[in-house]
């Protein structure tokens, strides 16, 4: 099992795939009519279904030879969610592991049931990070692993609080061994034939964050 940094998921294929945060929670209903729940999950894992729609030959090629290249549900990937895939100051900040060694998270609301949700996959080139020291807030040069989203800040002062912003992609793994496509008739767009496959589903994967 290994997890593959590039390529991507098709991006104009993954813009038509429908799904997103899901949670696994246990309710059992009293005679009374009250609720017991449990919560089974502590973070959200999101689920998604890649278009069916009929696209051209090329299309399925790029989905074909990534579902090759993953062997199916055996390797993950990157995939961006164009539901949710950056982030602002407002909801980046950064969550120390040890010492000098922090890890990129989001929050979703406010208060104390916001959501934190732990960024391992920052898109290179996107992120920067923001270092307020005596209410200045400004952009300062870290060291960014995209493989985990674990940064490594110098010249921390106490007291010092970072915030980020940027892109971000999800790990994925296909959550099927088949791949199951059809040939549309005669047409042709720009002499390519078109294609039709069965919806490919996709689940989020826990990947390895950030560790001293």
Request: aromatic fraction near 10%; charged fraction near 25%.
């Amino acid at each position: 099992m290994a997890f593959m940094e590039t390529p991507r998921f098709p991006d104009d294929i993954a813009q038509g795939s429908v799904g997103g945060p899901g949670y696994s929670t246990d309710v059992t209903v009293m005679f009374s009519g009250h609720e017991a729940r449990n919560i089974n999950w502590s973070r959200a894992r999101g689920r998604w279904e890649a278009s069916s729609a009929v696209r051209t030959a090329a299309d399925f090629d790029a989905v074909r030879d990534m579902f090759r290249m993953a062997r199916g549900r055996a390797h993950g990937f990157r995939f961006k969610d164009w539901g949710d895939y950056d982030v602002t100051t407002d909801e980046g900040v950064l969550t120390l592991v040890a010492g000098s060694l922090y890890q990129l998270v989001k929050r979703y609301g406010s208060g104390d049931q916001a959501e934190s949700r732990v960024i391992t996959k920052p898109v290179a080139g996107s992120v920067t990070v923001y270092r307020t020291r005596a209410e200045v807030t400004a952009a300062i040069t870290v060291t960014l692993d995209t493989t985990t989203g674990g940064v490594t800040v110098s010249g921390h002062v106490e007291g010092d609080v970072y915030t980020w912003d940027g892109e971000f992609d999800v790990p994925v793994r296909f959550d099927t061994d088949e791949l199951r496509a059809q040939l549309v008739g005669p047409e042709r767009v720009e002499g390519s034939p078109l294609m039709v496959w069965e919806s490919v589903p996709l689940i989020e994967i826990r990947v390895a964050e950030a560790s001293a």
